[in-house]
């Protein structure tokens, strides 16, 4: 099979042909970049050349979205000359979206950094690797010396494998920071906050595949069609399967939209006043589980309380949702059970996200849709490992695991890594600092600077920060910078800094953004399908990837590059002690059995790099939908052994493909809610009632499972003497020999115990979730009553503004709300997407939609250069006009980079690395604006004005 070249016009510019979108992309050479792809670029069959040398197949998986597609990549010679969808994967049966057929031109593209440059009297000039870490790590080193570890910030990638995402984590507390973060603060944080402290775990309850047995999908803030292109094929399997209910909660018609059984849209900022208007009907109508929130659910009462307010009246005036819709999607979400409930970035990137979120599952425990096949709380995450690398703890506030920052964290993993603590401590700066409630507390154990705020751990004055000095070197190790707000106050950001280094396959736009004449250094990575390792997908499935071709060009692994760049900095012995390290590069193997060791608390023990390696090599015999494998060498597994997947690998669980699903036994897969939070609030228990697991010997609530535990219930004799003289003073999280686990579930039990769900988070701002408008918000007469909160003084070592900001009335002059979203033809900061010809086709240009009122009210036509201004930025684009978009509501993607409020940056990138497409940041323009638990950015409500260019 393949994927003809097209050669007439173009749908994306409606009229523009190959040849003039060659020239105005900046090929100057023609045709010929693209020529050279012509015979094999995309899909097609795996022939050899007559007399040629013989095609050989190679398993791998996606590199874009959460979904984790399998693509079976043909080489020839070492080269990569082909690729297929696998028909046999379970995920996408052969299915691709546009990114995914042409994956291939991430591996081989031209537009990628060839070798390590640095930029020298305002030239790019190559050098040699050995150059390269020589001249960085001298200059961290003496950054170090002068101001502290703290003033180096390692930002991380959610692009890595879970081996050099563990890695990178491991590298970072050995340089003494935990300034260190990745893309997931800023997609999903609110989510694994939410979550978590909803139920016990932060991730995606059921799987993509288990969307075949939901009766009713609820996508809210999420947009599959275009952002998760093959997920939509489970969806549209419900609805064909079950006649399942689609409804679509979005302030855009979007293209999933155009597949719903019922679309609703909502102001934008007003997902919690959306949801409690849905429980409203419900608790009105007595549709709620009764049963189930007495069992399992913690805090109801409250809810309820709180959802009184919001009257069909009240949801209409903040919502903009009129009784009669509302009633008819609760009565939809009512009627049809098992329903599923799915949301992305547009109900995280908010500064109540957490709230949005507690709504969400606080309304899956109304309805009794927890712990079931079809139902759960299915969370799209973003990247191919965005899942994995916050499981890893790239994130400024966790060590791997979720393990938080607590001296008995630190303990824990410093026996992991077979190290001496003391030795680990002291490469933190040992002063204190007011922490976020004003008690002193030193940086090792003090959460660092989110990666949202990075720009001002630079800016603000240091007097205001809780650290020794500010940011004075930034490493971009696979990160695109235009995925962060307030694009204005980045580049001051980045042209303060001492040091910028780039590690990535492309320059991404941090190479031309700041005004600078030297102090950046480019460090060209491999891709992912240079080496090889385990990828986690959304639904918690670690795969495992092989090697497609060797590192193109002078391009290195990440685990490579940080190995090297540890030997400069002098820890390269204790970063690998007990990983073997061949010619520069740690094995990946031998990285995953040392996260294997002390992964506990999320069940990251049982995946070992055989059992995933077989798993690989029989995708075919895992069922579609339960994902069970059906006879064959992985028989009774699930796929991607999701975690938890209790215990050593020896133990030989399956995996929990649905999370707190009490129908079947703990061994094989069952689950209770967490006991995360105690045994008891205000004299209320917090554990479940009544009910447990299939075939647990405990037939009622119990908390999580220590030593002493088990000596209470007489089952300490169940563990081998090594069991025991590893469990003794240990609990489930770090017993590491894995024995106090094994003899929990041996006994029917879930090692972290059986407790409710709770809807009352009380230690979070607001602990049963309130609507707050926005900083930015045109509704003024809606400010007083649903206020937003107080300035804070420290939170994540920084100053943050809330109040300051919506006590202005920016709706005068910036009358139309702005928010944001995804494309299907790019990725992310888009770098790698527009680099690639195939994709860079369909879209070439940035753009705004604007609803045909605003249009002509402004006099803007289709096709029209515009100026997007809001209070701190501006840029300038291409007019859409459509009624996708609601009167008094604006549209922007996010891919788009190397414009800067109208100056085209295109001369600024290094030779032949620049992106075949080219557009403003929407994120230069987008506002201040942080979550009030995680510092999510507020990317989905702003305010701006649109003008004619």
């Not at 082909?82 to 990114?99: L, Y």
């Not at 910030?153 to 494998?161: Q, T, V």
């Not at 041996?746 to 707050?772: L, M, S, T, Y």
Request: net charge neutral; aromatic share 10%; charged share 25%.
């Amino acid at each position: 099979m393949r994927l003809i070249k097209k050669t007439g016009a173009s749908a994306a510019t409606g009229g523009m042909d190959r040849r003039t979108f060659l020239k105005t992309s900046g090929l100057a050479a023609g045709g010929a970049a693209l020529a050279g792809l012509a015979p094999g670029a995309m899909m097609r069959r795996a022939e050899a050349a007559e007399g040629g040398a013989k095609v050989e197949t190679v398993r791998t998986v996606c590199t874009h979205c959460s979904v984790g597609c399998g693509i079976i990549a043909e080489v020839q010679n070492g080269v990569w000359v082909g690729q297929e969808p696998a028909f046999d994967h379970p995920f996408n049966r052969g299915a691709h979206c546009a990114k995914g057929a042409s994956v291939r031109e991430h591996g081989i593209g031209e537009r990628r950094l060839k070798y390590p440059m640095k930029l020298e009297n305002g030239k790019w000039k190559r050098i040699s690797w050995e150059q390269a870490i020589d001249e960085v790590g001298e200059r961290l080193l003496a950054i170090r010396q002068q101001s502290g570890p703290d003033a180096v910030y390692w930002l991380g990638s959610a692009k890595h494998s879970n081996e050099q995402a563990y890695l990178f984590r491991k590298m970072a507390a050995l340089w003494g920071t935990n300034n260190v973060d990745h893309q997931a603060r800023i997609c999903h944080s609110t989510t694994v906050a939410g979550v978590a402290n909803t139920w016990g775990y932060g991730a995606m309850t059921n799987s993509y595949n288990d969307i075949h047995n939901s009766r009713a999908v609820l996508l809210i803030g999420s947009n599959p069609a275009e952002a998760h292109p093959v997920a939509l094929q489970h969806i549209l399997r419900a609805k064909e399967r079950n006649n399942a209910a689609i409804i679509v909660v979005d302030p855009r018609y979007t293209r999933t939209a155009a597949k719903a059984t019922e679309y609703v849209r909502i102001r934008p900022g007003t997902d919690v006043p959306f949801i409690w208007g849905l429980l409203w009907h419900i608790f009105e109508n007595g549709w709620e589980d009764r049963e189930f929130i007495r069992t399992r659910v913690y805090g109801m009462d409250k809810v309820r309380a709180e959802v009184k307010k919001w009257h069909p009246r009240e949801v209409e005036n903040v919502v903009g949702v009129s009784e009669q819709q509302m009633r008819r999607v609760a009565k939809m979400l009512a009627d049809n059970r098992p329903g599923t409930i799915v949301w992305c970035m547009g109900g995280t990137q908010h500064t109540i996200g957490n709230n949005n979120t507690r709504a969400y599952c606080i309304l899956q425990l109304a309805l009794g849709n927890m712990g079931t096949a079809g139902g759960g709380a299915n969370i799209f995450r973003g990247h191919d490992n965005v899942q994995g690398a916050t499981d890893l703890g790239v994130l400024s506030h966790t060590l791997p695991g979720y393990y938080g920052l607590s001296e008995g964290a630190w303990r824990h993993w410093a026996r992991v890594w077979d190290l001496d603590f003391d030795w680990i401590a002291a490469r933190f700066d040992q002063n204190e600092y007011a922490g976020d409630n004003g008690k002193p507390v030193k940086p090792m154990f003090y959460k660092g600077i989110p990666v949202s705020r990075w720009i001002d751990g630079v800016l603000e004055d240091k007097e205001n920060i809780g650290q020794r000095d500010n940011i004075r070197a930034m490493i971009f190790w696979g990160h695109a910078p235009n995925s962060q707000t307030r694009g204005v106050e980045m580049k001051k950001a980045m042209e303060r800094l001492d040091l910028i280094v780039v590690v990535d396959p492309y320059p991404t736009f941090t190479a031309v953004l700041p005004d600078r004449k030297d102090g950046i250094y480019l460090l060209p990575a491999a891709t992912q399908f240079e080496t090889y390792g385990s990828v986690t997908a959304s639904n918690r499935s670690l795969q495992w990837r092989d090697r497609v071709i060797e590192p193109m060009f002078e391009s290195l692994p990440d685990h490579t590059i940080m190995y090297k760049l540890a030997k400069k900095l002098g820890f390269a012995a204790e970063l690998t002690k007990h990983i073997e390290v061949r010619n520069d590069e740690p094995l990946v193997e031998d990285i995953l059995r040392e996260l294997n060791r002390g992964m506990w608390t999320i069940g990251y023990t049982g995946q070992s790099p055989e059992r995933l390696k077989r798993q690989q090599r029989n995708w075919g015999t895992f069922n579609y939908t339960t994902l069970q494998a059906e006879g064959g060498p992985c028989n009774g597994e699930y796929y991607g052994l999701p975690w938890p997947c209790w215990g050593t690998p020896e133990l030989g669980h399956p995996g929990t493909p649905i999370l707190y699903d009490m129908s079947k036994p703990v061994a094989k897969g069952g689950l209770t809610f967490r006991a995360r939070f105690g045994v008891e609030r205000n004299g209320v228990s917090l554990l479940a009632d009544g009910v447990y697991s299939v075939g647990s010997e405990i037939r009622d609530g119990y908390p999580e499972f220590t030593d002493k535990l088990l000596k209470q219930l007489g089952w300490w004799d169940d563990l081998t003497p090594e069991e025991k003289n590893a469990a003794e003073g240990r609990n489930w999280k770090t017993d590491l020999s894995g024995g106090i686990q094994r003899v929990a579930i041996q006994h029917g039990c879930a090692p972290f115990g059986n407790a409710k769900a709770r809807c009352e988070v009380w230690n979070f701002p607001d602990p049963i979730p309130v609507h707050r408008e926005p900083l930015y918000t045109p509704r003024r007469d809606l400010v007083a009553k649903y206020p937003t909160y107080e300035d804070r003084k420290r939170f994540y070592r920084l100053p943050t503004r809330y109040r300051s900001i919506q006590e202005t009335d920016f709706s005068r002059d910036f009358p139309i709300i702005l928010t944001s979203g995804r494309l299907v033809e790019y990725e992310g900061g888009g770098d790698e997407s527009r680099s690639n010809p195939w994709l860079a086709e369909l879209q070439q240009h940035m753009f705004v939609e604007i609803h045909p009122v605003d249009a002509n009210n402004n006099g803007i036509r289709d096709g029209q250069q515009v100026w997007v201004e809001t209070p701190e930025g501006r840029i300038k684009v291409m007019a859409l006009v459509t009624r996708r978009v609601a009167p008094g509501v604006a549209f922007l993607p996010f891919h788009f980079a190397g414009h800067f409020q109208g100056e085209d940056l295109r001369a600024k990138y290094p030779p032949g690395a620049d992106p075949y497409v080219l557009g403003e940041a929407a994120n230069t323009a987008m506002t201040y604006g942080y979550d009030s638990v995680t510092q999510m950015q507020e990317s989905k409500v702003s305010l701006c004005r649109i003008r004619a260019a």
